[in-house]
């Protein structure tokens, strides 16, 4: 059975903290996409990785890709109240040149606290 | 550039019914995507276009749910009888091409069934 799973599910955190988010998937892929969901709005890309060792930083984030060990990590740095959303992993699960068969994890619910 | 384009935005329906949801993608995306996105979970791919052709529909409840995009651009999808486990948001995404990787969303139908 095909998964993809983040952890953690929830994430209260501090503002000026670092934290991480893993996305561990268990079938074959080599490319993963970050995105980001506010309550009651649709999706926002955050990142594309395309290749294992991949890494992608904008602003306070960081999103990294290791196909081998099956892992994606979003670093936060220094986090605002801004950052405070829900983030989702998906897995291109796609084959024969084609793309776009994502598979979603559940999301990680960040709330980022003065 | 105009983004996705969904609508209603909102439906509420009784079990049973019929319901229709609406998407235009961005200009010039020849792939569609419409997801299935139940509270409190990430978003399901269910119907996958290139142009009017259908890539994968290999998750969508065919006993029930349909989907066409008969002239390319502008999408249906229609849920006929509604059940209960059918309330979620639907999401429609584009995006330039089955090799062209990254998919916009646009904000979604959230569909409640009484």
């Known amino acids: 059975e095909l998964k993809v799973e983040q952890n953690p599910l929830f994430l209260s955190m501090q503002e000026g903290k670092n934290y991480t988010i893993y996305c561990n998937y268990s079938?074959?892929?080599?490319?993963l996409y970050w995105y980001r969901q506010d309550p009651g709005k649709s999706l926002e890309s955050l990142f594309v990785l395309l290749s294992n060792g991949a890494v992608k930083q904008e602003g306070r984030l960081m999103a990294s890709l290791d196909t081998k060990a099956r892992l994606s990590t979003l670093h936060i740095t220094a986090a605002v109240h801004d950052l405070s959303a829900t983030y989702f992993c998906a897995v291109d699960i796609s084959y024969g040149g084609s793309q776009g068969n994502l598979i979603f994890g559940k999301g990680t619910k960040l709330s980022v606290k003065p | 550039e105009a983004g996705v384009a969904q609508s209603p935005r909102y439906k509420i329906i009784e079990k049973r019914q019929s319901v229709a949801f609406w998407c235009n993608p961005i200009s010039g995306h020849a792939t569609l995507y419409w997801y299935q996105q139940i509270l409190g979970q990430g978003p399901k791919l269910l119907i996958q276009?290139?142009?009017?052709?259908?890539?994968?529909d290999s998750q969508l409840p065919k006993d029930r749910f349909s989907a066409e995009r008969l002239k390319g651009v502008d999408s249906t999808l229609k849920i006929q009888p509604a059940k209960l486990e059918d309330s979620a948001v639907y999401l429609c995404?584009?995006?330039?091409?089955?090799?062209?990787?990254?998919?916009?969303f646009g904000p979604g139908t959230r569909l409640t069934v009484t």
């Open positions: 995404a584009s995006s330039w091409g089955l090799a062209n990787y990254e998919q916009y």
């Open positions: 276009f290139q142009n009017n052709g259908v890539v994968d």
């Open positions: 079938t074959t892929s080599d490319r």
